[in-house]
């Protein structure tokens, strides 16, 4: 099973800049892909931003054009570099990895214990 802990969450002024990382542990064949969430007081969890194991991102449109998510394969580390940051960006964000047990097995998902950003003056 695949571990994750988050780190770089904190408090930021809007417009500043925070990077969150996202490293894995454990024992298992493969990472399919890795992604970042986020859960704002009183909604729903919504996407981030994703990363397959080639390099290919998706982002939420909220998000494009100010954060980055970017993997290093071989630190089995995935990291969002959030720029511009806004108020609306404040949530607890959550790590989330694809991976798979053994290579005949569908892929199951893994959380991360989430780290809190909060972006106010």
């Known amino acids: 099973q695949v571990q994750l802990v988050e780190s770089g969450g904190g408090l930021v002024q809007p417009g500043g800049s925070l990077r969150l990382s996202c490293a894995t542990s454990g024992s298992y064949f493969s990472i399919d892909s890795m992604g970042w969430y986020r859960q704002a007081p009183g909604k729903q969890r919504e996407l981030v931003a994703t990363?397959?194991?080639?390099?290919?991102?998706n982002y939420a449109d909220s998000v494009k054009g100010r954060f980055t998510i970017s993997r290093d394969n071989a630190k089995n580390t995935v990291y969002l570099q959030m720029n511009s940051l806004k108020p609306d960006d404040t949530a607890v964000y959550y790590c989330?990895?694809?991976?798979?047990?053994?290579?005949?097995?569908?892929?199951?998902?893994?959380w991360g214990q989430g780290t809190r950003v909060t972006v106010s003056s």
């Open positions: 989330n990895a694809l991976y798979r047990r053994t290579q005949f097995e569908l892929p199951s998902d893994s």
């Open positions: 990363i397959s194991s080639r390099g290919s991102t």
